[in-house]
């Protein structure tokens, strides 16, 4: 059995506000003070993506990012196959996937370490992160990982707040009460304090790590929690993102005038499209509850899920 003392941690993440950095150190906290040594990298783009965003360079990663266009990243601190007792993966979400310097560090060389270890992700976003984790945890299964736990945190506020609060965040940095009204943007404080749970109980885990049949990671806590809702958008998003990413694609690369031209195109129908899907998701959810009803259930289950192994 491993020793938490003994115990080698690898912590990959990327973060532009700082906020999935602070959610990762709260959650890794827990086993770094009972002496687990911890190696920290953070995944960089070898040009930096900027924080808060333009508006004009937000949309144009959009077709990169369901693309798997992938940026250059820097070469992290760690060599391909240096050798970890667990490795935790912190990303964001970026338009229905990870965000790009995850994706291009799955593709590097580097992921290689993620081969045959213990693995757990810790999810930030706004509230759709469904799709984005699939397609992670479908990389992790090619690289031979084996999950063993998932953590889910999103923006506090209803969806209609966090389409305002979100925004204004990415957009301008400012995480006050927008219109005096409305939350602040981003994570909740008692959120991002709230992870350290889920570290406590991986101390008592640890020295589990190495059996050959491991127990549950995180029995009586919630750690990913669905909300039906926006199964059905998510679904209908990433499906009209698909072909609309192809045809920037075509466009050429970023800074062209064609790719412009039709980057603003899918902003535009994006902002006119979205309430109308979420409204039309609403009434088919209603219209046909009998028979959507079990598969978003299985659907949630499927994504409850803390392990593959």
């Known amino acids: 059995m491993t020793d938490p003392a ?46 808060p965003w333009n508006l004009s360079r937000f949309f144009d ?42 994706q291009a560090f799955m ?16 999810i930030a976003c706004r509230n759709m992160w469904h799709s984005a984790s699939e397609q992670l945890q479908q990389k992790l299964i090619d690289l031979g990982s084996h999950l063993i736990g998932k953590i889910v945190v999103t923006h506090q506020g209803s969806p209609l707040a966090t389409f305002i609060t979100t925004p204004r965040l990415v957009l301008t940095g400012k995480k006050d009460k927008a219109l005096g009204m409305l939350p602040p943007g981003g ?7 709230s992870v350290s ?22 029995t009586g806590l919630h750690p990913v929690e669905v909300n039906k809702r926006y199964i059905l958008p998510e679904w209908v998003g990433i499906t ?18 064609v790719r412009a031209l039709l980057v603003w195109l899918f902003a535009l129908q994006l902002v006119i499209a979205l309430p ?17 009803n079990p598969l978003l259930e299985s659907y949630a289950l499927k994504l409850q899920k803390q392990s593959f192994d």
């Open 61 to 102: 990663v959009f077709p990169d990012c369901i693309n798997g266009d992938t940026p250059e990243i820097l070469p992290p601190s760690f060599k391909p196959d240096q050798h970890f007792d667990l490795i935790i993966l912190a990303y964001q979400v970026w338009f229905l996937a990870p965000s790009l310097p995850i």
């Open 276 to 292: 109308i899907v979420l409204l039309l998701c609403t009434i088919i959810r209603i219209l046909f509850h009998p028979i959507l």
């Open 107 to 122: 593709k590097s060389s580097y992921a290689q370490v993620l081969r045959d270890t213990p693995v757990i992700t810790l």
């Open 240 to 257: 009209l993102y698909r072909p609309w990413a192809r045809l920037i694609r075509l466009g050429g690369p970023s800074g062209s005038p």
């Open 6 to 51: 003994t115990t080698s941690i690898l912590v990959l993440y990327y973060s532009q506000s700082g906020d999935t950095e602070r959610l990762v150190q709260n959650f890794v906290k827990p086993v770094a003070s009972a002496g687990a040594n911890v190696t920290w990298a953070n995944i960089q783009p070898a040009q930096p993506y900027p924080y």
């Open 197 to 218: 749970q889920f570290g406590q109980q991986l101390v008592d885990y640890l020295p589990q790590l190495s059996l050959p049949q491991r127990p549950p990671l995180f």
């Open 187 to 193: 994570f909740a404080e008692e959120d991002i304090e």
